[in-house]
């Protein structure tokens, strides 16, 4: 069996809880308009955007100058080359325009074509429409000359970023002991993905909000006539999803990769496959399994393929969507409402009852 | 003549480019239970849709307490004191019941949802019984005996009824009935819109037939009962 060092396992964490996410998110926007959204990755593209040049709006508007020296802090190393606030401004925007654009998708070309009677086919297209929009407009903000100065002009503060290779892992905050060393966008996606767990489960359980969510999911018309107003409490729903997305935009603009709007290498046409993935082995219909689904297939993709290269090669890791599309297509055969619907207790039970057997 | 709670005026409805209902003229007087009969597929079913907002009006218009509601949105029509026992899909299964008594009352002080939650569980003391159960796992009966309290615990003005009695076993029918006479008594004003022709025509005060989306008859409900040629011809009633 190969060994799998802590980096490695590291990086296959941060892409599973990536992954994890941005699933719950299709998910909540499935189970509201019964589409699947292909625009929803590039709704974290676009707070990736935001998220940049709030950062080197900040850094021009107050002279931040990065500081790129190691620290000891705790017995660690650490660099955080930029203040704290910067980081949480940029990611509160990032949160917050990840939402708005959800909402903007939703009240401007979900709802009206619904009220239109369209079908799900339409609206799925339809979204695909969306995603082409948002790529084009990110294309003209990332050649307006205003950033293209506003990149010029940071350069002496914070280091190289331009907008039409947007790459700021520079930026990142990092923490080393001994030989380990780990990115804070890791350990950010990690405390994104239990967050969103956690906050998730106490929204639809303790809140009215909540409450509100969960029956105009599974009764509109019901839930329509106690008075709620289902078009908002999806709105909501649709902004929630939006803004955890724009949470994974906000890790995006740290990755080591170069980001445009649109290319094979941008992380959000990587992985979207995955995320869909995601959403639909953990089951579209489950906020729980959708989180647990995008977990699975980003340890699969990272952490189990790289297993089998001794018998396969190197070149096995390529294949890694192969592997994500084989857990769709078993779960769409055997289990087509995801693993969510398995009845876990009865299997645990028949697998204790037969080992009891043997 | 005391102004009606509702009435409707020529209204023409469906869903979307769907007419069901054709030149309508109703009105519903306040504290009487509305009973409104028909075969399968006469858009009883559609009228109730029409009067809470779920159906596309084409034309006419619909009066609630002397307001022109046509387009108001159904979940304000909610808000105004009306509300609607659906025929399907009338409970949130996935919920507890006790969590769906809880959603007809989001929008209600405490103390006032706790005296209401008080008053139904007399009417229907087996909810009492069941508040931490999985309304999915209800019986028939008992699904519809949540129905009707979810929409008694918005305190209604005017209150819609499909079909409650819908799949039941004669017995338990004939106790949602009762229920339904009782909630009349109490001042309720009611639509119920019925297949089970001869148990609403017994305990309601006014009906309408209605056969393909047109009203045929209107009148004392205890006189519908008794009109032997329309009985035959629409319920398949024997007098």
């Known amino acids: ?358 | 003549m005391p102004e009606p709670m509702l009435s409707l005026q020529k209204v023409n409805s469906g869903y979307g480019k769907f007419h069901i209902l054709f030149d309508i003229d109703l009105e519903v007087p306040k504290g009487k239970i509305t009973v409104v009969v028909g075969p399968n597929g006469a858009g009883k079913t559609t009228l109730l849709n029409t009067i809470f907002g779920l159906a596309t009006i084409h034309s006419g218009k619909v009066i609630y307490k002397g307001r022109d509601i046509t387009h108001v949105p159904a979940y304000k029509r909610a808000k105004m004191g009306m509300a609607y026992t659906l025929q399907l899909f009338n409970i949130f299964s996935t919920l507890t019941v006790k969590e769906n008594l809880l959603l007809a009352t989001y929008d209600i002080p405490e103390d006032e949802a706790k005296k209401r939650m008080e008053e139904v569980f007399q009417l229907f003391p087996r909810l009492k019984e069941r508040l931490f159960q999985r309304a999915g796992t209800l019986s028939g009966g008992e699904r519809q005996m949540l129905a009707i309290a979810i929409s008694m615990l918005r305190k209604p003005e005017l209150m819609l009824l499909d079909e409650p009695t819908a799949g039941l076993a004669p017995k338990l029918a004939k106790e949602v009935f009762e229920a339904i006479r009782h909630l009349g008594d109490q001042g309720y004003t009611i639509i119920l819109a019925e297949q089970n022709a001869k148990g609403a025509l017994e305990i309601g005060d006014e009906a309408v037939l209605i056969a393909s989306g047109r009203i045929v008859a209107r009148g004392k409900a205890q006189e519908l009962l008794q009109d032997k040629d329309l009985s035959r011809k629409y319920l398949g009633l024997e007098v």
């Open chain 1, 1 to 358: 069996m190969a060994a799998i060092d802590i980096q490695s396992t590291f990086q296959a964490l941060y892409y599973a809880s990536l992954l994890s996410i941005l699933s719950v998110g299709i998910t909540l926007s499935y189970m509201t308009t019964k589409v699947f959204n292909f625009a929803h990755v590039r709704f974290a593209m676009v707070a990736s955007y935001v998220a940049a040049t709030i950062i080197l709006l900040l850094a021009k508007a107050f002279n931040i100058h990065g500081d790129f020296a190691w620290h000891n802090m705790a017995g660690m190393q650490v660099r955080i080359p930029l203040p704290w606030w910067v980081y949480a401004v940029a990611l509160i925007s990032a949160f917050i325009v990840g939402g708005l654009v959800a909402v903007i998708q939703y009240y401007l070309v979900l709802r009206p074509l619904q009220k239109r009677g369209a079908g799900s086919m339409a609206l799925m297209i339809s979204t695909l429409g969306f995603d082409f929009i948002l790529i084009a407009i990110l294309f003209i903000y990332m050649t307006l000359p205003q950033i293209r100065r506003l990149t010029v002009k940071t350069v002496s503060l914070v280091g190289r970023v331009a907008f039409d290779s947007l790459r700021m892992d520079s930026l990142d905050i990092v923490i080393s002991s001994g030989s380990v060393t780990i990115r804070g966008a890791v350990i950010l996606a990690m405390i994104f993905a239990l967050a969103t767990i956690i906050g998730l489960y106490l929204l639809l359980t303790r809140t009215k909000l909540g409450v509100m969510m969960r029956s105009s999911i599974e009764n509109p018309n019901l839930a329509l006539v106690l008075g709620i107003n289902v078009d908002r409490v999806f709105a909501i729903t649709w902004f929630i999803a939006g803004a955890i997305a724009g949470l994974a935009g906000y890790l995006f603009i740290f990755a080591t990769v170069y980001l445009t709007p649109v290319s094979p290498t941008t992380p959000s046409d990587q992985i979207i496959v995955s995320v869909f993935a995601g959403s639909i082995v953990g089951g579209i219909n489950s906020v729980p399994g959708s989180i647990g689904g995008g977990f699975l297939i980003g340890l699969i993709e990272k952490f189990f393929v790289p297993l089998l290269s001794p018998v396969f090669g190197p070149g096995i890791v390529k294949y890694d969507k192969v592997f994500s599309m084989l857990a769709v297509a078993l779960t769409l055969l055997f289990i087509p409402e995801g693993l969510a619907s398995v009845n876990w207790k009865r299997v645990f039970r028949l697998g204790g009852a037969k080992g009891k057997e043997s």
